[in-house]
């Protein structure tokens, strides 16, 4: 009886010992966690800033009636206002959009990381050749157009990742929205930089949101 009891006892010992090294992981696992929380709870990261610089058009032509043609390069200012957190920016497009209708197609920029309080600058070019727009927005944007002043947002949407230390996060969404005015005739505040192009300097915060 004594022999049966002393193998029972020998077949519940490595099981013991099994549950003790999955609660000991499982522990340290949860201590990391919370160290991972409490750093990013007291560091809380702040939103890049975004700005658009200029916009120099080369083509912006709405006479065909529910058509746009356009081409244009943008200059954008991103800013980490962050001390101690990196920023990887692993997506972004940039377009236009008037009244909230897409009119030029997107442009990606490069991937990206951006370190602490690190400025980054882009210009990419942006167009659209024969883009449809509804009816009601086409009879607007030719008035506009015509009176000399036309308002356009530049969009920006992508994801990024917070790095606080080694740890890097999951990826987030992030919007930003810079307003631009592009003006035409004689009450436009451009400057020719080419036989056919025009360049606005701006100093346009954009909104960004995540």
Known sequence: MSGSKDCGGHHKSPRKKFRRVITCILIFL????????????????????????????????????????????????????????????????????????????????????????????????IYGTMVPISPEYSVALGAEQMAGSVFLVIKIDGRLRWKVGTFITGRYHIHARCPAYITFGELSDGVLVGENAVKFQFYSRCSVSL
């Open 30 to 125: 949860l201590i990391i966690l919370i160290t991972i929380l409490l750093i990013w709870a007291i560091l809380h990261p702040s939103k890049p800033n975004f700005t658009l610089l200029d916009t120099t058009v080369y083509a912006f032509n709405a006479t065909t009636v529910n058509f746009l043609t356009s081409n244009f390069q943008i200059t954008v200012r991103s800013q980490n206002p962050n001390d101690d957190i990196g920023i990887y920016y692993d997506r972004l497009d940039v377009y236009a959009t008037y009244r909230d209708q897409e009119i030029t197609l997107r442009t990606r920029f490069p991937p990206t990381y951006q370190g602490h309080n690190e400025v980054n600058i882009w210009s990419p070019i």
